[in-house]
């Protein structure tokens, strides 16, 4: 299923036709996982939108939501905190949501964040240690509980 949605912006447009600050998006869930591609940029004015989006997509029968922000164009820190409450309330669900086709300027800004692993997944080398951690107390030199590295609500 293939869906196209698209939140009007309430700024009208420019000379160009474009608004500024629109965000489109376009829903594919006809392979696994489910994919929604986003466009334009994603600030105070448009993570509502985001965040509609987002909820839209994840309906019943999808467990991984794959965010192609690829054509983001502006990333700003409220789309990142709408994002990372996203996420959250995905994984309280049992389900995930991470961020695919960064470019580089997306890439750079979760990487100074601390957030680019936490928002795309693990590096495939770190996938095995992530869900069965070897984690030892530095005091005693005893093996720490069982939990896990997601095991406090989603945070590391």
């Known amino acids: 299923m293939r869906q196209i949605l698209e939140r009007p912006p309430t700024t009208p447009p420019g000379p160009s036709g474009l608004r500024p600050g629109a965000l489109s998006f376009m829903v594919d869930k006809r392979d696994h996982p489910a994919r929604l591609e986003v466009a334009g940029e994603i600030d ?17 029968d999808v467990q991984l939501l794959e965010i192609d922000v690829s054509a983001v164009t502006f990333w700003g820190s409220t789309g990142i905190s709408a994002l ?63 939990q896990g590295a997601w095991g406090n609500g989603g945070s590391r």
Do not use: C, F, Y
């Not at 105070?44 to 019943?60: E, I, K, R």
């Not at 309330?89 to 964040?113: M, P, Q, Y």
């Open 44 to 60: 105070l004015a448009t993570s509502d939108s985001l965040v509609d989006a987002v909820h839209d997509a994840m309906t019943a």
């Open 84 to 146: 990372l409450r996203l996420r959250r309330t995905a994984h309280d669900e049992g389900k995930e949501v991470l961020l695919v086709n960064l470019n580089s300027w997306i890439e750079r800004v979760l990487t100074i964040t601390g957030l680019l692993e936490q928002l795309t997944g693990p590096p495939p080398q770190e996938v095995t240690r992530r869900h069965h951690p070897n984690r030892i107390d530095l005091r005693s030199h005893e093996p720490v509980g069982g």
